[in-house]
């Protein structure tokens, strides 16, 4: 199975600031994922990160908003832009194995204040 | 109708107890389905993956997919204590497109009492 690092654990940020969080893997992976989990719900999609070229948002997610990388295959970093207390949640990365099953990272513990 | 449903619970049982989760979902373009446990505050970790219908078993722990039915289950034996966290499943669509991306179900509440 794959092992997923991510950086930071958790970070309060003042609201209108950016975090930018990493995201790695141990092996290579064929696809990159970014999700938001709000508190007491479930997870949800925000972007396929797609490697050497632009994510692929979901409905409700913009480029603007959520920048992505992913530069190498083994790599992504996720930021979220002019911070709004809204946007307090977790963020987890996950990664694909051979048979396409997802393992996920930690995450990141994201509260705006 | 959401895509996927599934009993947010909170379920208590005994120590020992068989435990079931279900999920149903309407999209039949899901083929790969997989279970996740979540301790509080941490990442979910995978437990069980499969892409047929039928029993998939590992240790305590069996995963069954009815796909003409549209229904899912985990099931738990001789639960423990350490079985206690939140339990997603979850299940992607493997055409072209979609990218293998998952679409969870919003989690069951498991608390095992010693």
């Known amino acids: 199975s794959a092992v997923i690092s991510q950086k930071p654990s958790r970070d309060i940020c003042q609201r209108g600031t950016s975090l930018t969080i990493q995201c790695q893997v141990d092996s290579q992976v064929t696809m990159m994922f970014w999700y938001r989990q709000q508190p007491g719900q479930s997870l949800t999609l925000i972007a396929t990160a797609n490697q050497g070229s632009e994510a692929t948002y979901e409905s409700g997610f913009v480029i603007d908003k959520f920048p992505i990388s992913r530069p190498n295959l083994t790599f992504s970093t996720l930021t979220v832009s002019n911070m709004s207390p809204e946007d307090s949640s977790i963020y987890l990365c996950?990664?694909?194995?051979?048979?396409?099953?997802?393992?996920f990272g930690p995450g990141t513990r994201l509260t705006v204040t | 109708q959401k895509e996927v449903e599934q009993d947010p619970g909170p379920l208590s049982v005994p120590e020992g107890a068989i435990v079931s989760l279900n999920c149903t979902y309407s999209?039949?373009?899901?083929?790969?389905f997989m279970w996740y446990r979540q301790y509080s505050r941490k990442g979910p970790e995978l437990l069980m993956y499969t892409y047929s219908s039928g029993n998939k078993e590992d240790g305590r722990f069996t995963a069954q997919v009815d796909k003409s039915s549209k229904y899912i289950s985990l099931f738990i034996r001789d639960s423990q204590p350490s079985d206690s966290a939140t339990y997603l499943c979850a299940m992607s669509d493997p055409s072209g497109g979609s990218n293998y991306k998952l679409t969870f179900g919003k989690g069951t509440l498991l608390t095992v009492n010693p």
């Open positions: 996950s990664g694909t194995g051979p048979s396409y099953e997802q393992y």
């Open positions: 999209n039949s373009a899901f083929q790969y």
